[in-house]
């Protein structure tokens, strides 16, 4: 077990990722369950029902499973800053003069390159009719 010895079958590709440190996070079994099902349903749109053929290299799979984890990510990225948008409503006080200030309609959209690939977020934002100006609410999770 271990090293190359886990890659069986594949043919060897150079580049392949030799580093691969886990940074695993505690799931539920209901949360595990449904990645395991999405993994299932990964699987099979890009390989089919008898998944990778026989001359699929390891790094074309690791390759598949990144991408599809940083679009995961990136998902997950827009959807917790939705939420978190979700809870400023009403007003916010002005960090230049500590007015009351109402949240626009419209949020501001924040293209943002992330660690996984660019993201559209969507920031709530304020503005002060005293100091004329707009701002972010709260700390951001931009860090605004
Ligand atoms: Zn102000």
Same mark, same amino acid.
């Given at each position: ?5 886990? @890659?069986?079958?594949?043919?060897? *590709? ?17 949360? +595990?369950? +449904? @990645? ?7 699987? +099979? *749109? #890009? ?6 053929? #026989?001359?699929?290299?390891?790094? *074309? @799979? ?26 400023? +409503?009403?007003? *916010? ?6 007015? !009351?200030? #109402? ?5 501001? !959209? ?9 993201? #559209? ?17 709260? !700390? ?5």
């Amino acid at each position: 077990m271990g090293g190359l010895g886990a @890659i069986g079958n594949f043919r060897e *590709e150079s580049g392949m990722s030799k580093d691969a440190r886990n940074n695993e996070l505690d799931r539920s079994l209901a949360v +595990q369950a +449904q @990645i395991d099902r999405l993994v299932a349903l990964l699987s +099979q *749109e #890009r390989y089919g029902e008898g998944g990778p053929p #026989r001359n699929t290299t390891f790094a *074309e @799979i690791e390759r598949y499973g990144h991408q599809t984890g940083q679009q995961v990510a990136r998902a997950l990225d827009a959807y917790l800053t939705a939420q978190h948008a979700a809870r400023f +409503q009403g007003e *916010e006080p002005c960090p230049e003069c500590g007015e !009351e200030c #109402r949240l626009k309609e419209s949020p501001h !959209e924040l293209p943002l390159q992330t660690l996984d690939g660019a993201v #559209r977020l969507h920031e709530p934002t304020c503005n002060c009719p005293t100091c004329r100006r707009d701002f972010f609410p709260g !700390e951001g999770p931009a860090g605004n």
